[in-house]
């Protein structure tokens, strides 16, 4: 124990836990590194107004959320409460809309910072790995990126969640129906920050999830009855070739999710086993937020996934991902000259591509034994005195417990010919 504790609502990764969450995000991106995503990494921190002006000034996330800071030259930063506005950024400030076709496609993995009140789920240091594709308007590019997370989520071995759909309608249907809402919202009886709500954001009301606000959210005028034509005909497209896919969805007309900026396609996964903090992932499309940041018009689509979440629901599934032993071989030297060569030996292993470890610290051979059993290792190579006089080492196989004797300059012909 130090003085020192992980800060409220953070936890720090350890091993063997955080091998999970690395096999995690490689999951994650794996399907993303495949279909022509780059990968891309911003700073920790931006300049607070893109987060204000991006994700939208009336959100949770930047009115109560943000950490915030004032830096001694007197800029205004904010850690990144999510990835998308600075990717964003990024690639604007890159021109990379200008440099190749369009779309970009980013990908990006990363640690991500909110003032919440914590609980499980829900952490004030998190994890995402997510994706963008920037300047195309397609239903495709947007199934697309449904069906990777999906597949994400089935190559890890997970079920038990749903894709939940909407549309959010785009700048010609949405403010004809924002008004419809914001007069019904007025009508009802609401506390003071939900009546204020109507006025700056009346489709985060839907989301509301308190039950004397759901119950009188009932006959609410629903956004599916005001999507124009264009919006209409897009939407039916993406649910079309996700459904092509084979990847099962459900329509949700109430998903509005907590950023401002999406438009058209949202969609949520979220995970049945895992109580209130039940979004494991989400996304949208996002065709004003270029323009709102101060960039050409650049119609885009993204998603992020939350890795803390994901690593909850392989829990709740019991799921145990399969993760080879990072050591495949551990080597013990008896005596001091045993350890200048069986050092020397692990050094070639490794340079080899084997991944070998040695024995520190421990004196008597068993002491060394259990280092070697805690490794993981395959393979142990021992060596003392009399093999070397012998020039061999000793080869045991920790599965089978069988033992043969190596000559040295044999060893790593004979652990590739093992290790396959
Ligand atoms: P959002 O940007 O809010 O849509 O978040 C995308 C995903 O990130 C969510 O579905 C969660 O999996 C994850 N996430 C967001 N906020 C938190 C948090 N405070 N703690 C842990 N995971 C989070």
């Given at each position: 124990m130090s003085t020192f504790k992980a800060p409220k609502g953070t936890y720090?990764?350890?091993?063997?836990?955080?091998a999970t969450y690395l096999a995690v995000r490689d999951a994650i991106s794996a399907p993303l590194r495949a279909s022509g995503y780059g990968y891309i990494e911003?700073?920790?921190?931006?300049?607070?107004?893109?987060?204000?002006?991006?994700?939208?000034?009336?959100?949770?996330?930047?009115?109560?959320?943000?950490y915030t800071l004032t830096t001694k030259g007197g800029a205004n930063l904010a850690l990144r409460p999510e990835g998308t506005a600075s990717v964003l950024r990024a690639a604007l400030e890159a021109n990379m809309h200008k440099?190749?076709?369009?779309?970009?496609?980013?990908?990006?993995?990363?640690s991500y910072y909110r003032y919440e009140r914590p609980q499980k789920g829900r952490y004030r240091h998190f994890s995402q790995v997510g994706a963008e594709a920037i300047g195309?308007?397609?239903?495709?590019?947007?199934?697309?990126?449904?069906?990777?997370?999906?597949?994400?989520?089935?190559?890890?071995g997970l079920s038990n969640f749903r894709i939940?759909?909407?549309?959010?309608?785009?700048?010609q249907c949405r403010p004809v129906y924002r008004e419809a809402l914001q007069g019904f919202l007025r009508g009802l009886d609401l506390d003071e920050e939900t009546v204020r709500r109507i006025e700056i954001n009346p489709l985060r009301v839907l989301d509301d999830k308190r039950a004397e606000v759901q119950k009188q959210l009932v006959g609410a005028p629903m956004l599916r009855d005001y999507l124009c034509d264009d919006c209409k005909a897009y939407h039916e497209e993406v649910r079309e070739l996700i459904g092509a896919a084979g990847v099962a969805f459900e329509d949700d007309e109430k998903l509005v999710r907590g950023l401002d900026y999406y438009t058209r396609t949202t969609f949520e996964f979220v995970h049945d086993g895992l109580g209130s903090q039940s979004a494991v992932g989400g996304g949208g499309r996002y065709d004003g937020l270029s323009e709102m940041i101060g960039g050409p018009a650049l119609p885009s689509v993204g998603w992020a996934l939350g890795v803390d979440r994901t690593v909850l629901a392989l829990q709740a599934e019991g799921i145990e991902l399969d993760i080879p032993a990072p050591t495949s071989v551990f080597a013990v030297?008896?005596?001091?000259?045993?350890?200048?060569?069986?050092?020397g030996k692990v050094t070639e292993l490794r340079k080899e591509g084997i991944a070998a470890d040695f024995s520190?610290?421990?004196?008597?051979?068993?002491?060394?034994?259990?280092?070697a059993n805690?490794?993981?290792?395959?393979?142990?190579?021992?060596?003392?005195e009399r093999d070397l006089a012998e020039g061999v080492v000793q080869l045991k196989d920790m599965e089978s417990g069988e033992q043969e004797a190596v000559a040295l300059e044999q060893v790593t012909e004979r652990l590739r010919a093992k290790l396959g």
């Open positions: 720090d990764l350890i091993p063997p836990y955080s911003t700073p920790g921190f931006e300049d607070v107004d893109l987060f204000a002006r991006g994700v939208g000034e009336s959100t949770d996330i930047v009115t109560k959320e943000m440099a190749g076709g369009l779309p970009v496609k980013l990908w990006y993995s990363g195309a308007e397609d239903p495709a590019l947007d199934a697309e990126l449904i069906i990777l997370a999906d597949q994400a989520y089935r190559t890890l939940l759909l909407n549309s959010l309608g785009d700048k030297a008896l005596g001091e000259e045993a350890r200048k060569v069986l050092f520190y610290g421990a004196k008597g051979l068993k002491s060394h034994m259990k280092n805690r490794s993981g290792a395959r393979f142990t190579l021992v060596a003392g």
